[in-house]
């Protein structure tokens, strides 16, 4: 019996495929090896399943459609001693227009027990191995449909016998599709594998196994708790029979799946087979660990295989949209927020959103952090804390001001993802600003019963984005000789656009001789709703000279210069007239002394 089991392991290594080719006219056939505890349990009718990392050996197209990343470790016990162990990975990344870009990298190893080679003899131990390097790119084609994805393998690899060795070069290609069929997932993938070469280990090199194979699987969801899947495979390699494999696979919630498959071929070797999966929540990502057995027949028995697999298991990345403002609503103003759909790889989950909002980012960013982290107690700082089953959230009633905000996905289990960046929006409101007061001096003296000094400017800006109407303005005059203020003009604005300014105009007649204070106050009751009222004064300062006759009340009178304005100006304090004239002659002034 020993002496049977050796010779077979040699063959089968040889060939590993063998149990499915009509012959071994094909080299490395360990490429046509099913790789995946999963797909194994499935009755290899995985081309259409394509939904973990595996998929990169069945068909490149299906990792466009897998969750952001997932890594995994396995190993296969092969009949007579024989093994083969992979450790693979996927990541995917925003590019080209798409949310699922992937890359895929796969190692496989695979190798046997020593034997006795023993020729003419001599002692002599024989070996053997293969080892396989595999890079795997896969588009989801979001730009034309997110329903389709294609995929590319490039492999490069070597095949070791005795002293003799073989390197092996060559690419798959895959497609998949996907599309709902009575409110459930239909997926199709058809996927060519192994075109490259193989190096001669002597003179003569093999082909490569070149082949095709197609699938399709079916979900039949009873969501949350029930998932049922249907699949089937067809596959042709290079000098082998066509195969057709069925399988079918029951979920309870995510914790435990079964499955069961079996393959049609001449060979009636490893017909059946059947495994299982048992799937935790740990740190916020999910584990599972995969078993498969699979029926040789008796002479080679059972084939058993076990992976662990770490992936994620929060909703995937995804963007805000905008904020839509509408300023018409100004002093109950309104605001619409819309995101991307936050879709998540498991049909069953559901995801709900979280919009968080404060006119201070580090509070939304505090409150990301707890929700994220699943801390219980919500940030008491956040100014809302709202739920919504669509991806848009229409806020009302909020104070004017410019808002930090942010969505969160969140699924059934809890776990949470935030959108890609933070984005803020304004609360329209009118926001009145005394922008400019300022005084404009006479360039003429005026008649003698006259005080005319100047203008007095006013500019008022409106710095929101609503139309501010009807409010009053009050301009007054404080005198610092004697402390005394008056209102010196009182007017009303009916109105300013957003964004948009006016001028005001007043003439200034005074019989005060030194310098005042305007001051200015927009909407003094405070009666707009605005963005900030701290910008509502304004203020200048003037100084007058007025004009009329002003008795001395001593002999001498001291005169000076003082600034007016941009230009300097004598100062006449005092001006005598005899009785009936009207005139003054040019030499009665002195520069620095009037003598009356």
Not at 111 to 131: C, L, R, V, Y
Not at 509 to 535: Q, W
Request: aromatic letters at 12%; one cysteine or more; a neutral charge.
């Amino acid at each position: 019996m020993k002496k049977y089991i050796t010779i077979a392991s040699i063959l089968v290594f040889l060939s590993v495929s063998v149990i499915f080719a009509q012959n071994t006219s094909t080299g490395v056939n360990f490429l046509k090896v099913p790789i995946g505890p999963r797909p194994v349990g499935l009755g290899s009718a995985f081309t259409g399943v394509a939904d973990n990392v595996y998929t990169i050996y069945w068909n490149p197209a299906g990792i466009g459609f897998l969750r952001r990343w997932e890594v995994s470790a396995m190993f296969n016990k092969y009949f007579a001693d024989m093994y083969y162990s992979a450790v693979s990975g996927v990541k995917q990344f925003n590019w080209l227009g798409s949310r699922k870009t992937a890359i895929g990298v796969g190692l496989l190893y695979h190798g046997m027990p020593e034997w006795d080679a023993t020729e003419a003899g001599s002692a002599q131990k024989g070996s053997a191995s293969n080892m396989l390097g595999v890079i795997s790119f896969g588009q989801r084609l979001d730009w034309l449909t997110p329903k389709l994805s294609l995929g590319m393998n490039a492999k490069i690899g070597y095949s070791k016998l005795l002293d003799r060795d073989s390197k092996i070069a060559a690419v798959d290609v895959g497609v998949m599709f996907r599309m709902k069929v009575f409110e459930n997932m239909l997926t199709l993938g058809v996927a060519a594998q192994n075109f490259g070469f193989q190096t001669a280990y002597i003179n003569e090199k093999d082909p490569l196994p070149m082949g095709a194979r197609a699938g399709f699987s079916y979900r039949f969801l009873l969501c949350p708790n029930h998932r049922f899947l249907f699949a089937a495979d067809v596959s042709k390699f290079k000098y082998s029979n066509m195969k057709f494999g069925f399988g079918a696979e029951y979920w309870f919630r995510n914790l435990i799946g079964i499955r069961g498959g079996y393959m049609m071929n001449s060979e009636d070797l490893g017909d059946i087979a059947f495994g299982a999966t048992i799937g935790l929540d740990a740190f916020n990502n999910g584990v599972q660990f995969d078993y498969a057995q699979r029926d040789f027949g008796e002479a080679l028995g059972f084939t058993r295989e076990g992976a662990v697999s770490i992936y994620t298991v929060t909703p995937e990345p995804f963007h805000l949209k905008h904020a839509y403002t509408t300023p018409q609503h100004c002093y109950f103003d309104s605001v619409k927020l819309s995101w991307e759909d936050a879709v998540d790889p498991d049909e069953c989950d559901q995801i709900h959103y979280r919009v968080l909002i404060d006119k201070r980012e580090e509070n939304v960013v505090d409150a990301v952090k707890e929700i994220v982290a699943n801390t219980k107690e919500k940030s008491k700082q956040v100014l809302l804390d709202l739920e919504a089953d669509q991806n848009f959230l229409k806020v009302s009633q909020l104070d004017p001001g410019k808002y930090t905000w942010t969505s969160i996905a969140v699924d059934r289990a809890g776990h949470a993802r935030r959108a890609n960046e933070l984005a803020s929006f304004v609360i329209s409101a009118a926001d009145i600003e005394i922008a400019k007061v300022s005084f404009i001096p006479s360039h003429n003296l005026a008649g003698d019963e006259d005080n005319y000094q100047g203008r007095i400017k006013i500019v008022i800006n409106n710095k929101g984005g609503c139309e501010c109407e009807s409010f009053r303005v009050v301009l007054s005059d404080s005198f610092v000789c004697d402390g005394s203020k008056k209102i010196a003009q009182e007017f009303v604005i009916s109105k300013i656009r957003p964004y948009r300014s006016v001028e005001k105009y007043f003439s200034w007649k005074t019989d005060r001789t030194g310098i005042h204070h305007f001051s200015v106050i927009a909407d003094p009751e405070n009666k707009i709703y605005e963005l900030n009222e701290g910008n509502n004064a304004g203020k200048c300062e003037a100084v007058t000279i007025p004009r009329g006759v002003i008795y001395a009340d001593r002999d001498t009178i001291r005169s000076s210069k003082i600034v007016y304005g941009y230009s300097e100006f004598p100062v006449v304090p005092i001006v005598f007239f005899e009785p009936g004239n009207a005139t003054v002659e040019p030499d009665f002034y002195v520069p620095s002394t009037i003598y009356p």
